[in-house]
T-cell receptor, first 114, second 113 residues
Framework: GEEVAQTPKHLVRGEGQKAKLYCAPI?????VFWYQQVLKNEFKFLIS????????ETGMPKERFSAKCLPNSPCSLEIQATKLEDSAVYFC????????????FGNGTRLTVT | DQQVKQNSPSLSVQEGRISILNCDYT??????FLWYKKYPAEGPTFLIS?????DKNEDGRFTVFLNKSAKHLSLHIVPSQPGDSAVYFC????????????FGKGTKLSVIP
């Protein structure tokens, strides 16, 4: 598609429950990125993929967070045993991967952990 | 430590006037800068960019200026329109093929009709 599609728009989970977020990148874009935006508007980089391979995971919390981009499937970000501090908007972005190409963002998934 | 700083959380400007949004950075490895615009409940959308080898880039009403020695860039919008009201994020690439964008905290621009 021509847009980055993120589902669901909103997700509410009780503390300790699992959360799974999905992202379909723009067709033809080989790079996918996940960012977390917390209350103060700061975007925190989590992880990036080049096709189905992890490209950069330096921002990914070591515990509880995992992500995948499998062929012919939306990419996913999964949080095991959610905590209150995981409440944020999670943005997915894609790019064709050429040097300095802008990232194209989806509209985000708002995760609320209660 | 924040590597991209937008020190003004908000800015109000009269319609038709110039809006100037500022951004400072600390990382000398940054070599490409982008501005994104974000409306509530939407993702950021790319607005304009500038390479570190240039000092100005213009696209319609939007101009970005880069002062590399001062590690400072600014986005000028002229004339400002009510539809420009949004949060503007400054972002930077550090090159070296990382593809990781580092963002500032954003400036909320309100254009008053």
């Amino acid at each position: 598609g021509e847009e980055v599609a993120q589902t669901p728009k909103h997700l509410v989970r009780g503390e300790g429950q699992k959360a799974k977020l999905y992202c379909a990148p723009i067709k033809g874009h080989s790079y996918v990125f996940w960012y977390q935006q917390v209350l103060k508007n700061e975007f925190k980089f989590l992880i990036s993929f080049q096709n189905e391979n992890v490209f950069d995971e330096t921002g990914m919390p070591k515990e509880r967070f995992s992500a995948k981009c499998l062929p012919n499937s939306p990419c996913s970000l999964e949080i095991q045993a959610t905590k209150l501090e995981d409440s944020a908007v999670y943005f997915c972005a894609s790019s064709p991967g050429t040097v300095n190409s802008p990232l194209h963002f989806g509209n985000g998934t708002r995760l609320t952990v209660t | 430590d924040q590597q991209v700083k937008q020190n003004s959380p908000s800015l109000s400007v009269q319609e038709g006037r110039i809006s100037i949004l500022n951004c400072d950075y600390t990382n000398s490895m940054f070599d490409y800068f982008l501005w994104y615009k974000k409306y509530p409940a939407e993702g950021p959308t790319f607005l304009i960019s500038i390479s570190s080898i240039k000092d100005k880039n213009e696209d319609g009403r939007f101009t970005v200026f880069l002062n590399k020695s001062a590690k400072h860039l600014s986005l000028h919008i002229v004339p400002s329109q009510p539809g420009d009201s949004a949060v503007y994020f400054c972002a930077a690439y550090s090159g070296a093929g990382s593809y990781q964008l580092t963002f500032g905290k954003g400036t909320k621009l309100s254009v008053i009709p």
